[in-house]
């Protein structure tokens, strides 16, 4: 009788314990696919090749080949009246043309954005965000192919601000930011002494010699506007556009630093596609080389307007 009440009590115990374990997992189950949830993560992977071989071609011409790569994430995340945005761009693009030319650089861009918002009413949320936009690899003025002009963090920009964001429908948003602080970096001394994207640059004696380093930061305040644009406009095409605007309050506010970005996203197949991409930039401490007589010698250098176009047809994986 005592080892049949003894046997009654272990089983009891154990479906009591084993009961809590399960209710437990369950819990945590449930919590965890909560979680998973509120998140929304995806992205674009793409590749684009193109080649040219002549073979005794009468009509003349120079072989070539050439590649871009394109890769885009992002990870959204929503819940009640908070949101946080994440999104990663990066593209790299490079030439080679003729048997005896090395390989150039077309396209280079790391692009980081991050912003949280709290919801003030329907269409409006309290928003920070921090950007941040460098490259990989140097950069020359080809054909001169040993003088850098650029590298990674070199410029490389950091921006933080906080304002509303405006998203009255799923396709579009503004961000609006009369707080915004904007960091320059140049981690490249030599393009620092020459004062390069608007740091201070060396001071020099009357020899050339270097007195005083120039600098490798700059630091702004002013105000920023962004807006973003998204949408399928026709089956298989999808549009972006993207439009930064600022305007450093403690110098020359009324030149605007502008870059606007649109991609367009034609779909073949599931996995062939082809796309066109443009950038427009202005900066009014970005210095820009002029040769008004085309005979290869710099006349005058200023700020000048900045245009990028890519054009490629290839692979295109969407996750």
Not at 46 to 64: D, E, I, K
Request: some cysteine.
């Amino acid at each position: 009788m005592k080892n049949t009440a003894l046997i009654v009590t272990l089983l009891c115990t154990a479906t009591l314990s084993f009961a809590q374990s399960t209710e437990k997992e369950t819990k945590e189950k449930s919590a965890s696919s909560d979680t998973t949830k509120n998140w929304k993560i995806g992205g674009t992977m793409g590749v684009n090749l193109t080649q040219v071989s002549l073979t005794n071609w009468a009509a003349g011409g120079q072989n070539s080949i050439s590649a871009n790569g394109l890769f885009s994430v992002f990870a959204n995340y929503a819940k009640g009246k908070v949101s946080w945005e994440n999104r990663l761009d990066l593209g790299y693009g490079t030439n080679k043309q003729g048997k005896n030319a090395s390989w150039w650089k077309t396209d280079d861009k790391i692009d980081f954005t991050s912003k949280y918002g709290q919801k003030a009413s329907e269409k409006w949320h309290y928003t920070g965000l921090l950007n941040f936009r460098t490259q990989l690899a140097p950069g020359f003025n080809y054909p001169d192919d040993s003088t850098k002009i650029s590298d990674f963090l070199a410029p490389g920009y950091v921006i933080g601000a906080l304002g509303m964001d405006y998203k009255p429908n799923a396709h579009f948003t503004a961000f609006i930011s009369p707080l915004t602080s904007k960091t320059t970096i140049v981690n490249s001394q030599v393009l620092a002494d020459a004062g390069a994207f608007g740091v201070a640059p060396a001071t020099v004696d009357g020899l050339g010699n270097i007195l005083t380093p120039g600098e490798n930061v700059r630091n702004e305040f002013g105000g920023y506007l962004r807006l973003f644009y998204k949408r399928d406009v026709m089956e298989n095409i999808n549009l972006e556009s993207k439009l930064d605007l600022y305007s450093n309050y403690l110098d020359n506010p009324g030149n605007i630093d502008v870059n606007w970005e649109v991609l367009i996203a034609m779909k073949v197949n599931k996995y062939i596609s082809a796309t066109i991409s443009t950038q427009l930039l202005y900066d009014d401490d970005i210095d820009i080389a002029i040769d008004s007589n085309d005979d290869g010698i710099t006349d005058a250098s200023g700020p000048r307007v900045q245009f990028k176009e890519v054009l490629g047809v290839g692979l295109l994986y969407k996750f």
